[in-house]
């Protein structure tokens, strides 16, 4: 199955326009058609992280406008074939698909490795787990009582949002792609009030690059198993 879902997501990359050298590297087979192929929305991550492995800027050209919290927005969309692709083009391992406890395991280990790794302390804490074998049922974005009422708690949000602001961009993208991967939707609670969070996508994948955490961001979204 792992072998199935690599040689198709090497055709989906294909489809748009992209194949890997036997470096490892990412190219295009073709600009025309990695300049006009039809992308489905759900192929939109893995599609938008193919091409910043090639060339950022085009990238950007070829998805417009387009923030790192829309692309993780849609992880919840993505198929095996899409996962994978986007794991490829990040250069992670082909993520796993055996069993969904062991998706589920993978996913939460790779975020408590992530948070500790990337110092994203500030924004994130360990709570009393609600759900079973993925470390991430115990992780929460900082600014609730997880504990007793799940109502909000003012002067930690006002300390997780300047925590926030005074971040490097690296950290700043991974603190957006843990927070969207835990409530893929328009943020309406947390980093708002003037936290600058609209960052383009393919500005956010040449960050990853350029700091070497692109392996580490793909293996997390990859593996997303719900939360």
């Known amino acids: 199955m792992q072998l199935d879902y690599h040689t198709k997501a090497l055709r989906r990359l294909a489809e748009i326009g992209v194949h890997i050298l036997p470096s490892g590297q990412f190219a295009f087979t073709d ?4 300049s006009e192929a039809y992308v489905h929305h759900s192929t939109v991550p893995a599609a938008l992280a193919a091409y910043a492995a090639v060339n950022p800027t085009f990238a950007g050209g070829r998805f417009p406008g387009l923030t790192l919290t829309a692309i993780v927005d849609k992880v919840p969309c993505m198929d095996g074939e899409e996962y994978t692709a986007l794991a490829l083009a990040c250069g992670a391992e082909v993520p796993t698909f055996e069993s969904s406890g062991k998706r589920l395991r993978v996913f939460g280990q ?3 490795d992530i948070l500790e790794r990337y110092e994203l302390y500030g924004c994130f804490e360990r709570v009393k787990p609600y759900g079973s074998e993925g470390h991430h049922y115990s992780v929460r974005p900082i600014g609730f009582d997880w504990g007793g009422s799940w109502a909000p708690v003012p002067e930690r949000m006002k300390a997780m949002r300047k925590c926030y602001r005074s971040m490097t961009p690296l950290q700043q993208v991974i603190t957006l792609t843990v927070l969207h991967l835990y409530r893929p939707e328009r943020d309406t609670h947390f980093l708002i009030g ?3 969070t609209k960052i383009l996508a393919a500005d956010a994948m040449k ?5 070497g955490a692109a392996a580490d961001w793909g293996r997390l979204v990859s593996h997303y198993a719900g939360w």
């Open 31 to 34: 600009v025309g058609t990695a």
């Open 110 to 112: 790779t975020l408590l």
């Open 194 to 196: 003037g936290c600058p």
């Open 207 to 211: 960050i990853l690059h350029s700091n």
